[in-house]
């Protein structure tokens, strides 16, 4: 069974031209502990990004008040923590979040409600949630300790190439087509800022290849309309030096094809 | 299509370790071909290279780009950049120093094939990732071989230097040498002369100061606070304790290191790598505890030329060294003045009490 509660405090969104981002409600707060007093949960390891994520609706709708190419959050809820989904509720409430909707389902049904929802980006802790949103073709985030020391100030999103990032799980067609064209989304939106003080942050990272690798990434992004900031083309070198320095809220791997291998 | 967070990035960092620098694929291809010249080389791990970290407008020349970025901002250069992607840049004045890295590498790589102590040049640079291609572009019309590059797109370099354990940085920016410096990393601020002598295309020449560069200010010091005599009689009494090291002294002993794998292949004299000291202190007196000093650390220099107290240009002009590091502007001046090559390091007491050169030339303000 999947149901949705519209979250009344905040401006539904265009959803036909946002970008619709789903997190759950594990990854965005943390159920285990209550804030002091007024029984809302602490934030989870999600916060810093959706605090980036509203950044960046900020600032676009500060340039154009009538913008519709905005980030658009909802909270996913599944079975087992239904009885709690009126504390999720006013958590998020209480958090001043932007998120539009709550969306109840089963676990079973969870991947109906992310399709049906029309989700473009999923952000979960769990690790099984994630293998079979991908498999669905919904690019999916496993998010951890990591991501909770992130910015909240700027969305910084890495591009990496994808041959090493879990093997177990190959992209379908249908996957890789949404991932490009959620990156797509990502590129226009960043094109409507300068260069400095940008809200929205790119960041290629070539790992194993050497230059000719790097610019044909950047080719290849350029092409679906991302234009990166920032490029590091390892060849070899050791990544988590470099990675530590990054903090990437969440990686993309659009398939580049390694041109050495 | 996977998308992850950074941690599970990290956690498959485990086959990188196990690939290492060589793939096995390519170790099989290579085992084929005993000889393969067309074949590139893949870059050392940066633990065991000595890694020199160049910045773009040291290496190549973009006074004109530069000019627009002062002139009309950031938005015109990028424009710019972009409009003129498939241009290559002319060379700047680190180019024919990274040459003849290079060229000692592939001596380096003939006689000890197996070793991963080579020279691995690393550009970073605070551009943003559209000039990328353009710089990727140049690097490749050049035939320079450079794999590993940072572009930072604004974001201060350190973290970056540290990460690939550089042992020198050249930057045409005071601000980020003097954070580099600080940070306990070989950096020196590189000046691009008006015309550039020749240099030697097979043999690697670094000319280094000794005061303040490879040994540390305090003798410097001395010569500020008391004067010419009192420094002499200070060196003197002090002839058989060594300096202080100073910032390049690492950068020259990585330097003897490889010289000593060119001499173990019976290659002494004719070594493609050769060092300087020009310094301003004399043979007669205050030189010998720069010799000494020197030999205490197990260092060796080539040539030592105590010019006591005379210009360095014209000397530096017969040397035609790649490279001269020095920690006055006046020297840095004078020698530029000539067509060497020269770097600023912005260390120790002549910064604060500087000495006047003929020009009293200001450094000019940069973002890069």
């Known amino acids: 069974m999947v149901s949705t509660v519209q979250n009344s405090d905040v401006r539904q969104k265009d959803v036909d031209h946002a970008v619709v981002v ?52 909802v909270l996913m809820t599944t079975d087992s923590q239904q009885q709690q989904s009126s504390r999720f509720m006013s958590s998020t409430r209480h958090h001043g979040l932007e998120v539009t909707r709550f969306c109840f389902s089963s676990e079973e049904d969870f991947i109906e409600s992310l399709l049906k929802n029309n989700i473009q980006l999923f952000l979960t802790t769990d690790e099984n949630e994630v293998l079979q949103a991908t498999q669905k073709g919904v690019p999916s985030v496993l998010l951890d300790e990591h991501s909770a020391v992130c910015s909240s100030e700027q969305l910084r999103v890495l591009f990496c190439e994808n041959a090493i990032i879990r093997p177990s799980s190959d992209p379908t067609p249908a996957s890789r087509q949404a991932a490009q064209s959620f990156s797509s989304q990502l590129g226009k939106m960043r094109q409507k800022f300068g260069m400095f003080d940008s809200p929205l ?14 610019c044909g990434a950047l080719k290849a992004l350029r092409s679906i309309g991302v234009s990166v900031d920032e490029a590091y083309c390892l060849a070899g070198a050791p990544r988590s030096p470099i990675l530590s320095l990054l903090r990437p809220h969440f990686l993309l791997s659009d398939g580049f094809s390694n041109l050495d291998d | 299509m996977s998308l992850s967070s950074s941690q599970t990035l990290t956690i498959s960092g485990q086959d990188l370790v196990k690939n290492g620098s060589r793939a096995p694929r390519e170790d099989a291809r290579a085992g084929l071909k005993p000889s393969t010249p067309t074949k590139k080389p893949q870059p050392p791990k940066p633990e065991n290279a000595i890694t020199i970290a160049v910045s773009s407008r040291v290496l190549f020349n973009m006074e004109k780009e530069q000019q627009i970025f002062e002139q009309q901002g950031m938005e015109e250069y990028i424009k710019y950049q972009v409009a003129h992607e498939a241009e290559p ?21 003939e006689l000890y094939p197996e070793s991963e102590e080579l020279f691995d040049v690393v550009l970073i640079t605070n551009n943003h990732a559209y000039v990328g291609l353009r710089l990727i572009n140049t690097i490749n019309h050049h ?79 001395i010569f500020k606070a008391h004067g010419l005599d009192k420094f002499f009689e200070h060196e003197k009494a002090h002839e058989n304790k060594p300096l202080d090291h100073g910032p390049l002294k690492g950068f020259l002993e990585v330097l003897g290191k490889l010289q000593k794998k060119f001499y173990a292949k019976g290659q002494r004299m004719d070594c493609p790598i050769r060092t300087y000291l020009v310094t301003a202190r004399s043979a007669a007196s205050s030189g010998a505890r720069a010799l000494k000093t020197l030999r205490s650390w197990g260092l060796e220099i080539d040539e030592a030329l105590f010019l006591a107290g005379a210009p360095k240009g014209p000397m530096l002009e017969k040397i035609r060294p790649h490279i001269f590091f020095d920690d006055q502007m006046f020297h840095v001046e004078g020698a530029a003045e000539m067509g060497t090559v020269a770097c600023h390091v912005p260390y120790g007491i002549a910064q604060r009490i500087p000495r006047k050169g003929v020009k009293d030339k200001e450094t000019s303000q940069t973002v890069k």
């Open chain 1, 201 to 214: 942050c790119f960041t290629l990272v070539t790992l194993r290849g050497g230059k000719d690798s790097c």
């Open chain 2, 143 to 221: 035939q320079l071989f450079i794999e590993r590059f940072c572009m930072t797109g604004g974001n201060s370099p350190i973290g970056y230097l540290k990460a690939y354990h550089t042992n020198l940085y050249l930057s045409a920016d005071p601000v980020k040498v003097h954070e580099a410096l600080g940070e306990g990393i070989a950096a020196a601020t590189m000046f691009t002369p008006e015309k550039m002598t020749e240099v030697s295309e097979t043999q690697l020449r670094v000319a280094f100061d000794g005061d303040a560069v490879l040994f540390s200010d305090e003798s410097e010091q």
């Open chain 2, 89 to 109: 840049f002319r060379p700047g004045p680190a180019f024919s120093f990274v040459k003849a890295l290079e060229a000692v590498n592939t001596q380096l790589r």
């Open chain 1, 22 to 73: 789903a997190v759950t409600s594990r990854a965005l707060f943390e159920s285990d502990t209550e804030e002091d007093g007024d029984g809302a949960y602490a934030a989870g390891v999600a916060f810093p990004l959706l605090q980036a994520l509203q950044r960046v609706n900020e600032q676009l709708l500060q340039r154009n008040p009538a913008e519709s190419l905005l980030f658009d959050v």
